[in-house]
């Protein structure tokens, strides 16, 4: 039996990226995202428009996807309702974030120089792909149950790296082994590796509805 439901959020499980960009000062943001999906060397990622990471796109052009795994769910809960923005947007006051200038501090993680980007890679992720923004247009204009001004990025991508422990074995390979590659997910805001909950998530603090804002209905 299927029961027909309005869910305030369609959170169906994708990858945790910790996206690293340069703020207009030269300093590293590092924000964690998970609207991301690949098609060849090609990425495209849903961002909330006034986040810090969307107008360091726009500026710089350049970023680093840094996969997470589940060693790494302390330092995403770590940047949770946390933004490099200064100045923050009245959603962002009302669900809880702050600013916090150093990411990568607050985190505990450790910047790494790039190779073809100038935006830092995350040392302690086991992928970190160099990428180049593409194209930048708005999403979701015709959605009147997605209740933020969202952008989708398109990113080609330019560089792979990816800890020797889950490659395929052999001296050349360029393979993923996909069983030892183990993506934290989110989850309708649950961080989770397999089938497990990694940690329970700062994101997750507060009532679902809080993002559907056109479930709220008068009182009657
Ligand atoms: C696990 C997780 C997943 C998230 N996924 C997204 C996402 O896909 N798109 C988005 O715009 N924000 C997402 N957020 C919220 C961002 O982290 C938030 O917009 C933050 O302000 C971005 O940082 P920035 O403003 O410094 O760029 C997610 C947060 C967490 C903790």
Not at 8 to 18: D, E, F, K, R, S
Not at 41 to 66: F, H, I, K, P
Request: with cysteine; proline share 9%.
């Amino acid at each position: 039996m299927h029961r027909t439901i309005e869910p305030a959020i369609h959170y169906w499980g994708t990858p945790v990226v910790l996206i690293s960009s340069l703020n207009e000062d030269g300093s590293a943001n590092l924000a964690p995202m998970s609207s991301a999906w690949w098609l060849g060397w090609s990425c495209m990622l849903g961002l909330d428009a006034s986040s810090q990471t969307l107008l360091n796109l726009q500026r710089q052009r350049e970023c680093v996807l840094n996969l997470a795994s589940a060693a790494n769910a302390e330092a995403v809960n770590r940047l949770a309702l946390c933004t490099g923005t200064p100045q923050l947007p009245p959603h962002k006051q009302w669900l809880g974030y702050r600013h916090v200038a150093d990411k990568f501090g607050e985190a505990g993680l450790s910047a790494q120089p790039s190779e073809q980007v100038a935006p830092p890679r995350v040392r302690e992720c086991q992928v970190q792909l160099e990428a180049q923004v593409v194209d930048i247009r708005p999403f979701g204009t015709q959605d009147p149950r997605l209740p933020i001004a969202s952008c989708m990025v398109e990113l080609r991508l330019l560089r792979a790296h990816v800890d020797e422990t889950i490659l395929q074995p052999g001296p050349q390979s360029e393979r993923i082994a996909p069983a030892k590659w183990l993506p934290l997910l989110m989850k309708f805001r649950g961080l989770y590796s397999g089938e497990r909950e990694a940690l329970p998530s700062r994101l997750a603090q507060g009532p679902e509805e809080r993002y559907a804002p056109w479930k709220q209905r008068p009182a009657s």
